[in-house]
């Protein structure tokens, strides 16, 4: 199996160490910062998760996925039927393509499956970062630039992959904005999240979308399944491991998905797979009850361009977790004079610090503290002390300490509703969450915090059947999987 990025425009990040010298007089404790220690407290008791949150979370994450099932619109929670009925078994063979349109980055991907046997034989991806001023422009923009990655990635398959003749190129679409699907290759995309508000999409089917796009570029290739980056990943893991059956989503934004009972939906009116099960996407970023949120949170949520909407998201989700912290730490500058006299300019700026910066802070080990030192000067202009750098650090902790204790408690909640309906119990035997997402990947922290809530709250013993698994980029293999199990052609496995 090769593994093979051809191109990677997307920088990943890296600290500047621009500020190294730092001078040591000013690492002196200085009174001021004194005054933030209750402000910093306060923060604590505002974003705890202590058992009863995360129980009432969870019991509440159940009770909407019954309401959202029953009837469209009964809950927060739209329970949108992927149809998706069949999951990979690993039989798959051929040539397949995949676009993973995210939040931040774009991918495309090639696969070349070689059945039970041979697997991935081989794989190639590009990623690209989506440029700013396409999330803001017209939906034609957006998809003549994803048709063009596609075309040029197309032209160079090179000799590892192979076509048998008469066959159109077929791709599985990951598209992770809520969309109403309409069929396995068709949806209508109900609104844009995570930032961005392209306009003229929301409404329309995004693979009619795409299909004008292709054409407009003359790309002969042939969209076979649209999937989000949830059903995605859960169709990937499940090509490895027959136990999976939950997949989540951290990244820019995050969601979730499952395998459900088609008995267990009462909404789909006595339509019935062969296999009697399907995939059922939470759209759980919009889940809102009990969570214990902060004057940063509601002030964030009235800035954005979706005010009331995606709470469980704004609060869990890489988009936001650096923007709240900003806005916690530009009070505590403010009130507590946390960087001293005066309150560094850039630090009113929305969305300046990001979450990859939490987590870059939070690895340092140093006694001095030197990273996040570099990062506050690096980001925010901010000569900093030690003991402002360990503040800084607590509310970095803070921030994610919640996000992952929720979403750990939101994954209990799917665990209990299986649990509680099917007739295959979930706790008792081996059962798999699969991970994916920037978040996820590389925040260690948060997903220390994911595994302690759900451990927390189903005991020791019935937390060890339970494996919370990364499944590194098994949405991109994953949507060219379920391309290949409901290609337009005769299935040669
Ligand atoms: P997308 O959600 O756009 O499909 P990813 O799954 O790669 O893309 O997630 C990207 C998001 O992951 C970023 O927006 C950021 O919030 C988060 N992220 C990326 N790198 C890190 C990091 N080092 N630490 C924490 N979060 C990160
Ligand atoms: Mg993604």
């Given at each position: 199996m090769s593994f093979a990025a051809t191109t990677t425009a997307t920088p990943s990040f890296r600290i500047k160490r621009s500020t190294r010298g730092v001078p040591r007089t000013r690492m002196a404790v200085r009174s001021s910062t004194i005054s933030v220690a209750p402000m910093l407290t306060k923060l604590q008791s505002d974003c705890a998760t202590p058992l009863p949150v995360l129980r009432h979370v969870a019991d509440s994450m159940s009770t909407d996925m019954h309401a959202g099932l029953a009837v469209d619109g009964g809950s927060d929670l739209k329970m949108i039927l992927s149809y998706v009925d069949s999951l990979p078994t690993g039989n798959e063979k051929g040539l397949f393509y995949a676009l993973d349109l995210g939040g931040t980055n774009f991918r495309v991907l090639r696969v070349q499956l070689g059945g039970k046997e041979e697997r991935v034989i081989a794989t190639e991806f590009e990623q690209v970062t989506i440029p700013e001023k396409l999330m803001f422009g017209t939906s034609e923009e957006l998809f003549d630039f994803i048709a063009s990655v596609l075309a040029n990635f197309a032209q160079q398959e090179g000799g590892k992959f192979h076509l048998p003749p008469g066959r159109k190129r077929e791709i599985g679409f990951t598209f992770s904005f809520p969309v109403k699907q309409t069929s396995i290759d068709s949806g209508i995309l109900m609104k844009w999240t995570k930032g961005f508000a392209v306009s003229g999409t929301a409404g329309k089917d995004v693979v009619a979308c795409l299909n004008e796009a292709m054409d407009r570029k003359g790309l002969d290739m042939r969209v076979s399944a649209l999937v989000n980056d949830a059903v995605g990943t859960l169709a990937g893991a499940r090509y490895w491991d027959d136990d999976v059956v939950v997949a989540v989503i951290l990244g820019t934004g995050t969601n979730a998905c499952y395998v459900e009972r088609m008995d267990?939906?009462?909404?789909?009116?006595?339509?019935?797979?062969?296999?009697?099960?399907t995939i059922v996407n939470l759209e759980w970023g919009a889940f809102s009850k009990g969570l214990p949120l902060t004057v940063f949170d509601r002030d964030m949520d009235a800035a954005s361009i979706n005010p009331g909407e995606q709470i469980f998201e704004k609060t869990i989700s890489g988009m936001y977790l650096g923007e709240i912290a900003r806005r916690a730490l530009l009070n505590m500058a403010e009130e507590g004079a946390l960087f001293g006299e005066s309150v560094p300019e850039k630090l009113s700026m929305p969305f300046i610090l990001v979450t990859p910066h939490l987590s870059a802070m939070q690895q340092d080990n140093a006694d001095d503290l030197q990273t996040v030192g570099s990062i506050l000067y690096d980001v925010v202009g901010v000569e900093s002390n030690l003991n402002s750098r360990k503040i800084v650090i607590e509310v970095c902790d803070t921030i994610v300490k919640r996000a992952g204790r929720l979403a750990g408690a939101g994954i209990v909640g799917i665990l209990q509703k299986l649990g509680k309906d099917s007739k295959s119990a979930v706790?008792?035997?081996?059962?798999?969450?699969?991970?994916?997402?920037?978040?996820?990947?590389?925040?260690?922290?948060?997903?220390?915090y994911i595994k302690e809530a759900v451990a927390e709250l189903l005991g020791p013993e019935t937390s060890q059947n339970i494996i919370i698994e990364h499944s590194k980029d098994g949405s991109g293999i994953g949507a060219a999987l379920l391309a290949a199990t409901n290609s337009q052609y005769d299935h040669d496995y």
């Amino acid at each position: 199996m090769s593994f093979a990025a051809t191109t990677t425009a997307t920088p990943s990040f890296r600290i500047k160490r621009s500020t190294r010298g730092v001078p040591r007089t000013r690492m002196a404790v200085r009174s001021s910062t004194i005054s933030v220690a209750p402000m910093l407290t306060k923060l604590q008791s505002d974003c705890a998760t202590p058992l009863p949150v995360l129980r009432h979370v969870a019991d509440s994450m159940s009770t909407d996925m019954h309401a959202g099932l029953a009837v469209d619109g009964g809950s927060d929670l739209k329970m949108i039927l992927s149809y998706v009925d069949s999951l990979p078994t690993g039989n798959e063979k051929g040539l397949f393509y995949a676009l993973d349109l995210g939040g931040t980055n774009f991918r495309v991907l090639r696969v070349q499956l070689g059945g039970k046997e041979e697997r991935v034989i081989a794989t190639e991806f590009e990623q690209v970062t989506i440029p700013e001023k396409l999330m803001f422009g017209t939906s034609e923009e957006l998809f003549d630039f994803i048709a063009s990655v596609l075309a040029n990635f197309a032209q160079q398959e090179g000799g590892k992959f192979h076509l048998p003749p008469g066959r159109k190129r077929e791709i599985g679409f990951t598209f992770s904005f809520p969309v109403k699907q309409t069929s396995i290759d068709s949806g209508i995309l109900m609104k844009w999240t995570k930032g961005f508000a392209v306009s003229g999409t929301a409404g329309k089917d995004v693979v009619a979308c795409l299909n004008e796009a292709m054409d407009r570029k003359g790309l002969d290739m042939r969209v076979s399944a649209l999937v989000n980056d949830a059903v995605g990943t859960l169709a990937g893991a499940r090509y490895w491991d027959d136990d999976v059956v939950v997949a989540v989503i951290l990244g820019t934004g995050t969601n979730a998905c499952y395998v459900e009972r088609m008995d267990a939906i009462p909404k789909m009116q006595g339509k019935f797979s062969p296999s009697g099960r399907t995939i059922v996407n939470l759209e759980w970023g919009a889940f809102s009850k009990g969570l214990p949120l902060t004057v940063f949170d509601r002030d964030m949520d009235a800035a954005s361009i979706n005010p009331g909407e995606q709470i469980f998201e704004k609060t869990i989700s890489g988009m936001y977790l650096g923007e709240i912290a900003r806005r916690a730490l530009l009070n505590m500058a403010e009130e507590g004079a946390l960087f001293g006299e005066s309150v560094p300019e850039k630090l009113s700026m929305p969305f300046i610090l990001v979450t990859p910066h939490l987590s870059a802070m939070q690895q340092d080990n140093a006694d001095d503290l030197q990273t996040v030192g570099s990062i506050l000067y690096d980001v925010v202009g901010v000569e900093s002390n030690l003991n402002s750098r360990k503040i800084v650090i607590e509310v970095c902790d803070t921030i994610v300490k919640r996000a992952g204790r929720l979403a750990g408690a939101g994954i209990v909640g799917i665990l209990q509703k299986l649990g509680k309906d099917s007739k295959s119990a979930v706790f008792g035997k081996r059962t798999v969450v699969a991970m994916d997402g920037g978040l996820y990947e590389r925040y260690p922290q948060c997903r220390r915090y994911i595994k302690e809530a759900v451990a927390e709250l189903l005991g020791p013993e019935t937390s060890q059947n339970i494996i919370i698994e990364h499944s590194k980029d098994g949405s991109g293999i994953g949507a060219a999987l379920l391309a290949a199990t409901n290609s337009q052609y005769d299935h040669d496995y």
